[in-house]
């Protein structure tokens, strides 16, 4: 039972450039959320999923998008990266209350 | 974000007991949560109250839940080097969660 995994672990971008920041959780769980971590400002919630198929923006959602076609997947697609998107990414699951998180994405925009 | 507070340090010798705060905003918060970040990890959860509730203890952990005040505190006895984190506090409204900036934990040997 692995819990919450994130791939990749670290990842560059330039200014422009795409990626997808892929969650995947062997629990079954049903929510799952994207969160940024930045210095000072605690976690931001990006966006949310109540359930495969579905999604719903949070606090902080612009220049994001998110897909969740398996239930044990959470997808979260920059577009095109900006110098404002360098944070630390976690994703967690959720059952009857308990969040569960994974290890983290520490991405940098140049 | 969304305004749930706590202090940003705190420093403790090892063997003290540490209390961290918390103040939450949504008094319809259905639980409560204290996580740990240790460096270059993710968030742990350490443990949650449900709001009908004003304390739960696990092992060396307290939880006081003051919902009059919205405050929320995390008691750590005996408190050890292997403490030393980040402390998160959180609440949760409908199916979102909300967390404080987190207080930095430091043990003095």
């Known amino acids: 039972n692995a819990g919450v995994t994130q791939t990749p672990k670290f990842r560059v971008l330039k200014t422009g450039q795409s990626m997808t920041l892929l969650c995947a959780q062997d629990m079954n769980h049903e929510y799952m959320y994207w969160y940024r971590q930045d210095p000072g400002m605690g976690l931001r919630l990006i966006h949310y999923?109540?359930?495969?198929?579905?999604?719903a923006k949070g606090e902080v959602p612009d220049g994001y998008n998110v897909s969740r076609l398996k239930k044990q997947n959470f997808l979260l697609g920059l577009e095109s990266a900006a110098p404002s998107q360098t944070s630390v990414y976690f994703c967690?699951?959720?059952?009857?209350?308990?969040?569960?998180f994974g290890p983290g994405t520490r991405l940098t925009v140049t | 974000g969304e305004d749930v507070e706590q202090s940003l340090f705190l420093s403790v010798r090892e063997g003290d007991s540490s209390v961290i705060n918390c103040t939450y905003t949504d008094s319809s918060s259905t639980y409560l949560y204290w996580y740990k970040q240790e460096p270059g990890a993710g968030l742990q959860l350490l443990t949650y109250?449900?709001?009908?509730?004003d304390m739960k203890q696990d092992q060396r952990l307290t939880v006081l839940l003051n919902k009059k005040d919205k405050h929320l505190s995390l008691r750590i006895a005996d408190t050890q080097t292997g403490d030393s984190a980040i402390y998160f506090c959180a609440e949760n409204r409908g199916n979102q969660f909300y967390f404080g900036t987190g207080t930095s934990l430091t043990v003095i040997p």
């Open positions: 109250i449900f709001s009908n509730m």
């Open positions: 999923s109540v359930g495969e198929g579905t999604t």
């Open positions: 967690a699951s959720t059952q009857q209350g308990e969040q569960y």
